[in-house]
T-cell receptor
Framework: DGGITQSPKYLFRKEGQNVTLSCEQNLNHDAMYWYRQDPGQGLRLIYY???????QKGDIAEGYSVSREKKESFPLTVTSAQKNPTAFYLC????????????FGPGTRLTVL | AQSVTQLDSQVPVFEEAPVELRCNYSSSVSVYLFWYVQYPNQGLQLLLKYLSGSTLVKGINGFEAEFNKSQTSFHLRKPSVHISDTAEYFCAVSGNYGQNFVFGPGTRLSVLP
């Protein structure tokens, strides 16, 4: 079955540690996205990538980093510079083109203790 | 810049009653409009989308939405809701000049027995 996988589902880290969230897709989509979701605030775009080896900052990129070495993979690193990292993180992908729907993974809930 | 407003943060409704979830957008260019549903601790799933053509769009699970350009609205409706429709609903807009998706803050639909 084609789709997007995110792992792990739940992640706990101590304050000050970097942590990497995995996102893999087998839909052959060129574009991939990372969103952060907080209660009552909808989805906020962290980073996006339209093509391999290229990515752009979204609205809240500070404290995060990404890489896009393969078409299928778009990992997100939450660094110690992110002041409030506890949130639900969603990865999405789409065919290139702004009117194409985004397909979402199941999400990773990160809790920083 | 595009923006999306969902005026109702929470909508409680009794089972088998009709429901309308409101979405208004602002954009200076042509837009593409989407409704997504999110069940607890899951990713987002597309309900329906408007790209062009008929302003009445039918989606999955018996939902439909109507694009009203003069009122810049894209309200979501269902004539008779079920308990299983309890979820968070997000309206989103994208444009045709390279803009990314912009999501509304979401509306939590609670269907009561």
């Amino acid at each position: 079955d084609g789709g997007i996988t995110q792992s792990p589902k739940y992640l706990f880290r101590k304050e000050g540690q970097n942590v990497t969230l995995s996102c893999e897709q087998n839909l052959n989509h060129d574009a991939m996205y990372w969103y952060r979701q907080d209660p009552g605030q909808g989805l906020r775009l962290i980073y996006y990538s339209q093509i391999v080896n290229d990515f752009q900052k979204g609205d809240i990129a500070e404290g995060y980093s990404v890489s896009r070495e393969k078409k299928e993979s778009f990992p997100l690193t939450v660094t110690s510079a992110q002041k409030n990292p506890t949130a639900f993180y969603l990865c999405a992908s789409s065919i290139s083109g702004v009117n194409n729907e985004q397909f979402f993974g199941p999400g990773t809930r990160l809790t920083v203790l | 810049a595009q923006s999306v407003t969902q005026l109702d943060s929470q909508v409680p409704v009794f089972e088998e009653a009709p429901v309308e979830l409101r979405c208004n957008y602002s954009s200076s260019v042509s837009v593409y409009l989407f409704w997504y549903v999110q069940y607890p601790n899951q990713g987002l799933q597309l309900l329906l989308k408007y790209l062009s053509g008929s302003t009445l769009v039918k989606g999955i699970n018996g939902f439909e939405a109507e694009f009203n350009k003069s009122q810049t609205s894209f309200h979501l409706r269902k004539p008779s809701v079920h308990i299983s429709d309890t979820a968070e609903y997000f309206c989103a807009v994208s444009g045709n000049y390279g803009q990314n998706f912009v999501f509304g803050p979401g509306t939590r639909l609670s269907v009561l027995p």
